[in-house]
């Protein structure tokens, strides 16, 4: 029989999971099946105490004789996010990893009803659709296809029941200092829920009850969207691409329906929700507008419309294109970080370029205008420009793409293949060279040239 996968516990040290812990630890001591359990530590490094909160959840590991594994995540807002929002992404990235390090096929939160009732009012005011007033799902994918499952088996038990069961087996656990900051939305909202619940009894079980309804509604609307979805999506063109949407189709739908693929669409590809007003800015931009091709940046994707699709693409690579000057000696290969990739160099008598050519001062550069390239033997010299329009190669792209000089003369054109127009040399050698981006497949494609 195959080892069952380990049971994670995310262990922040407070009451809420330091309870959790010990009831996974107790549930899995009483069955049968030998589970291996595991506690999970993120250190954001944003309190004073975080070293001390490390050494509390170590320290109560070894007493309880479960394996822990502490891993340090960096927080740096993205431009419009908070503090809070940064840090909740570094800890889901952070524990994703560390499920992968352990072969987790289960990570378990200590969310309870208190927290889903909280979530799902700060997010009601908070202007949030359908999917968010649904609140935290009980079970998720830990990423997009993560073969961890997330779940959160306390969404229904308040939290006066964890304080009864602390207190009933002795256990201790350390306090954040900030969760009494009324700075922090949630710790406001928790500050006012006692006068609500004196007004409205039942207003905990009712909230949960409503985010239940709501997320009925989410999965109809999702396997809805789904449908339409799988219509007019598509692999990326290549491997800056993710994937594509037909604008066309796109735009054959209702404002609605087409707001609600796209925003399926994305959670598809693992980005975070779009708010309102970028949701319409995608539709209005993407969709709705004619000519040009728009990019909306938005996390980890730039979304951009070309040749009548929607590309989620990788983001450009910073920096500014520079010159490089290098020297062939007849290696097979040069390495070449300022633009992120290698030349390489296969013998070819065929139809390489003259191999005196190559012993000339190479230069790799960015495209300056005017260049002219002959792309096929006896064929005519056409514009760079041209060229790139007729291959389907983007704008964007076209600035991540080097030009190969020898003494002056352009050899190949990346995204493109080599000129061939030399003199002719019959018995001298050639030799055929392609451009090879670190992000990209480097398959030579057919004819020599360069694949896209």
């Given amino acids: 029989m195959p080892k069952p996968g380990a049971i994670a516990v995310a262990l922040s040290g407070g009451r809420d999971s330091v309870a959790l812990l010990h009831a996974t630890r107790a549930a899995v001591a009483a069955s049968a099946m030998p589970v291996p359990v595991v506690a999970l530590h993120v250190h954001h490094g944003l309190q004073p105490e975080a070293d001390a909160w490390d050494d509390f959840c170590a320290g109560l590991c070894r007493e ?189 739908l209702a404002p609605a329906e087409a707001d609600a693929v796209l925003r399926l669409w994305l959670r598809d590809l693992g980005a975070q929700p779009p708010s309102t007003a970028r949701l319409a800015a995608m539709r209005g931009q993407l969709i709705e507008g004619d000519g040009g091709e728009p990019a909306i940046r938005h996390g980890e994707l730039v979304l951009r419309r070309f040749r009548g699709h929607i590309l989620a693409c990788r983001p450009p690579v910073n920096g500014e294109p520079v010159t490089v000057a290098l020297d062939w000696q007849g290696q097979a290969r040069i390495a070449v970080p300022a633009w992120h990739g290698e030349l390489r160099f296969f013998r070819d008598d065929a139809s390489g370029v003259p191999e005196s050519v190559l012993r000339q001062p190479l230069q790799l550069a960015p495209r300056r205008g005017g260049e002219r390239i002959v792309l096929r033997p006896g064929g005519p010299a056409r514009a760079l420009k041209q060229a790139y329009q007729e291959a389907g190669v983007p704008a964007w792209r076209r600035a991540a793409l080097p030009l190969l000089w020898a003494g002056g003369q352009l050899v190949m054109a990346a995204g493109l293949g080599m000129h061939r127009r030399w003199p002719q040399a019959p018995d001298a050698p050639r030799w055929r060279v392609e451009w090879c981006d670190e992000r990209r497949a480097c398959t030579p494609p057919e004819h020599g040239g360069e694949g896209r």
């Fill in 64 to 252: 309880w004789g479960v394996d822990y594994h502490c891993t340090r995540a960096t927080v740096a807002p993205r431009p419009g996010e908070g503090v809070e929002a940064a840090a909740r992404r570094a800890r889901y990235a952070a524990l994703a990893s560390l499920c992968r390090d352990t072969a987790a096929e289960l990570l378990l939160f200590a969310h309870h009803l208190d927290d889903q009732v909280e979530t799902v009012l700060l997010r009601l005011f908070r202007g949030s659709g359908v999917h968010g007033l649904a609140g935290m799902p009980p079970m998720r994918r830990l990423g997009p296809d993560g073969p961890t499952l997330l779940l959160r088996p306390w969404l229904e038990i308040g939290r006066a029941e964890i304080d009864a069961y602390c207190e009933a087996h002795g256990l201790r656990w350390i306090d954040d200092p900030s969760n009494d900051d009324t700075r922090f939305a949630r710790n406001a909202l928790r500050r006012q829920l006692p006068a609500l619940d004196d007004a409205f009894p039942a207003l905990r079980a009712n909230v949960a009850q409503a985010a239940a309804h709501l997320s009925e509604a989410a999965r109809l609307l999702d396997a809805q969207a789904g449908s339409r979805l799988a219509t007019l999506v598509r692999p990326g063109r290549d491997a800056d691409t993710h994937a594509e949407l037909d604008v066309a189709g796109l735009r054959a």
